[in-house]
């Protein structure tokens, strides 16, 4: 049980819960606490704050005294203020610039809340609470930090002297229940013979690239791919902080190590990369390719780890063609530059570019196929584009995905290793006439 003695005021019964927060603190064996699962500790603190609450004679109505009850129980063993906001289904985003301002991302859409921590001390000590769960530390030897929650949510922090606004906290929320590909369907972030196609190449071990901005949805997108997978296959998936949910029985997950403090001990993504390869996987799945290990991601590619998955950050297929490239060559193995290209087009098979729109909404904007070189440039073709016709009157985005009616080249491949394509999802005439 923590020893947070700040409480926030916003609510109106600030010095009643602080003075509350210190009794608890006083009476109640913190060890034989911490010994008990944290729903039976919740539940003895809630009974306990309910005793003193009487015996305090404040008068409060029933539901005042339950909220007074609810803030102490998060401050104590949550989150603090932001407890409500990371039991609500719909926040996707929780960020917090300072004590004194909240913002959050509801269904796409950023919007400013009136939850207030007490001070910048406070805020502190919620963030020390997060990132000590998983063995990380931030301090102003270490101002930055990523860590993950219980539920899987990504959190990054970076502090003064980096910060000038005072801590910031950024938590890309991730739900209990991962969205699943009918759950895309039903957002209409793509169709049917989209997600059948994409279905197809991970099933037929096609090496596939996630395209996207910040918040884009790539994550999401990669879980939905690999739950494809077949269950009979060994996964590894490689990331920088743990998000991926994979619902396969066989999957070994490895997270990178920052250096301790005395700035030793780091265990960067190319390093697992390597490492993954002497563990016998069927499939690599990493996280995010961000650095040098792009050229080994590469090179396992393309001898005999097929079917692998990953994200990128890029705005486009071939801004995310020329990112790979850049990154491969940080490696420093003076490989030329159309070695390199041959390297990726060798290897990455389709290319998935995933966008938010400014309506909040996610759409998966091209599927794009590799299809090599012509002379130093790497070739491919769009297979799926995402047709924007401006905005209707509630200010949505108008659009419809099409097929650009040509038949991919994989298609050998993925027959070869016995999954079939229907020909017709690739038909323009055919999409328009079902539309």
Known sequence: MADVVTMTPS???????????????????????????????????????????????TPLAHAEREQVVVDIVDELFGLGPIEPLLADPAVSDILINGSQKVYIERRGLLEKTDIRFADDRHLMRIVERIVSRVGRRVDESSPMVDARLPDGS????????????????????????????????????????????????????????????????????????????????????????????????????????????????????????????????????????????????????????????????????????????TMASMANLNLPERAIRQQIASAINIIVQVARLPDGTRKLTTISEITGMEGPVITMQDLFVFERHGFDKEQRVRGRFRPEGIRPKFGEKLLARGVSLDVDMFLYDQQRRAA
């Open 11 to 57: 609510n109106g019964f600030g010095d009643l819960k602080l003075r509350i927060h210190s009794k608890i603190l006083e009476e109640i064996d913190s060890e034989s606490l911490s010994r008990l699962n944290e729903q039976t500790g919740r539940e003895r603190v809630r009974l306990a704050i309910r005793d003193m609450l009487q015996r305090e004679r």
């Open 154 to 325: 990504r959190v990054n922090v970076i502090i003064p002297p980096l910060s000038l606004e005072g801590p910031v906290v950024s938590i890309r929320r991730f739900g209990h229940d991962p969205l699943t590909a009918l759950d895309l369907l039903g957002n209409s972030t793509l169709i049917r013979p989209m997600l059948d196609l994409l279905e197809a190449t991970v099933r037929g071990k096609l090496n596939i690239m996630i395209s996207g901005g910040t918040g884009a949805g790539k994550t999401t997108l990669l879980n939905v791919l690999s739950s494809f997978i077949p269950e009979n296959e060994r996964i590894v998936t490689i990331e920088d902080a743990a998000e991926l949910q994979l619902k396969q029985e066989h999957v070994v997950r490895l997270e990178t190590r920052p250096a301790n403090i005395e700035g030793k001990g780091a265990v960067r993504q190319r390093q697992l990369v390597i490492n993954a390869l002497r563990m016998r996987p069927d499939r690599i799945v990493v996280g995010e390719v961000r650095g040098e290990e792009a050229v080994d991601m590469l090179q396992a590619m393309n001898t005999g780890h097929e079917g692998s998955l990953t994200t990128i950050h890029s705005n486009s297929p071939r801004d995310a063609l020329m990112r790979l490239e």
